[in-house]
Nanobody, 118 residues
Framework: QVHLVESGGGSVQPGGSLKLSCAAS????????MSWYRQAPGKERELVAT????????NYADSVKGRFAISRDVSKNTLYLQMNSLKPEDTAVYYC???????????WGQGTQVTVSS
């Protein structure tokens, strides 16, 4: 059974940093492109960043470019999101998602809350 478990969320002041982790189990990690999404209260879930299953290419939403960095450690089956220069508008529940590189198969984590407030 596939499990994606996010951690690392919390409360931080504007300008601060957090690093989210997503531990994956029950799947072949290198067969999946991995993404971070977020959903703020009253808003649609939006894509934050994606990293390819192989090669390490990344893409970011314009709102986080230059501030967030997505990475993966295949030895630990773990996805990361380093978030710097956080703003109040980054407040949301952050979810990781795994998309198989060939199959129409996707899995979601349960989410972790990030709150940016003074």
């Amino acid at each position: 059974q596939v499990h994606l478990v996010e951690s690392g969320g919390g409360s931080v002041q504007p300008g601060g940093s957090l690093k989210l982790s997503c531990a994956a189990s029950g799947l072949t990690f290198t067969s999946y492109a991995m993404s971070w999404y977020r959903q703020a209260p009253g808003k649609e879930r939006e894509l934050v960043a994606t990293i390819a299953s192989v090669g390490g290419s990344t893409n970011y939403a314009d709102s986080v470019k230059g501030r967030f960095a997505i990475s993966r450690d295949v030895s630990k089956n773990t996805l990361y999101l380093q978030m710097n220069s956080l703003k109040p508008e980054d407040t949301a529940v952050y979810y990781c998602k795994a998309n198989h590189r060939y199959l129409y198969t996707a899995y979601w984590g349960q989410g972790t809350q990030v709150t940016v407030s003074s």
